[in-house]
């Protein structure tokens, strides 16, 4: 029956499949295809370019007469640096870093509306001439979210070696960052989310902090998604691990 069907990954030979001497095979046609790289750089260079137009006031965005300006507060500025450092940093993680596991993915669910949208959104109001900063706070916390997703990236990369078919789960290394293993089975994504929170408190920001919330709903589902493949595929798959937050979720 069809409920016995199993995808096939693409490294595999129809010829060693231990399917006897006779076999089915159902094509599903995804529709139009775009490589993961070209999707991720997509994703991104979007709402870093967005947010840089209402940052530098390009005219019609507001007032005429507020053309071109800027803004005299720190933190709207700080805001500014650590937004498209963020996006900076996954840019530059999807041209060296990252090693995808499938080549393509369909054109219809690329997410490049939802971060373009978000961004703007956001960036309309942290760079409005009317906004009144709150505090300059949690540039720290930010910083070390960031360090500690990149370090995690590359740990994952480095786990499975080019051309190499072993698999492995992650495990903490001589990084302190990566020591959120022990925890978490996604500690990129607690990282990630961390790094938003941080981003919310400093500007204090409502549709900064719904991005966070829906955010960290799609991750959560993600993680959780990647901790019971973990949890499936090896026998040793440490107990004390959760998905995204320690002991908790």
Not at 235 to 241: A, E, F, G
Request: with cysteine; net charge positive.
């Amino acid at each position: 029956g069809r409920e016995n069907e199993k995808s096939l990954r693409d490294d595999e030979i129809l010829q060693n499949l231990p399917v006897g001497t006779t076999a089915t095979m159902y094509f599903r046609d995804l529709g139009p295809q775009l490589g993961w790289t070209i999707v991720f750089m997509a994703e991104c260079i979007g709402p870093l370019l967005t947010y840089l137009l209402f940052y530098f006031r390009v005219p019609y965005i507001y007032s005429h007469k507020y053309g071109f300006t800027s803004s005299p507060h720190p933190v709207v500025r700080l805001a500014c640096a650590c937004h498209t450092f963020h996006y900076m940093k996954r840019l530059i993680e999807t041209i060296f870093v990252h090693r995808f596991s499938h080549g393509t993915m369909p054109l219809g669910t690329m997410n490049c509306a939802y971060y373009w949208g978000f961004s703007a959104w956001l960036a309309y109001y942290i760079n409005h001439p009317l906004y009144t900063p709150p505090c300059d706070k949690c540039l720290f916390l930010f910083q070390m979210c960031e360090l500690g997703n990149f370090s995690i990236h590359l740990t994952l990369t480095n786990l499975r070696g080019e051309g190499s078919r072993s698999r492995r789960f992650p495990m903490p290394t001589k990084n302190p960052f990566t020591w959120l293993f022990v925890f978490v089975s996604c500690p990129n994504y607690t990282y990630e989310v961390g790094a938003w929170v941080s981003f919310s408190i400093m500007t204090q920001c409502l549709p900064v902090a719904l991005y966070t919330l829906l955010g960290f709903i799609q991750m959560t589902i993600w993680a959780k998604g990647k901790h019971r493949a973990y949890s499936r595929e090896f026998k040793d798959y440490p107990n004390l691990r959760m998905a995204i937050i320690p002991l908790i979720l």
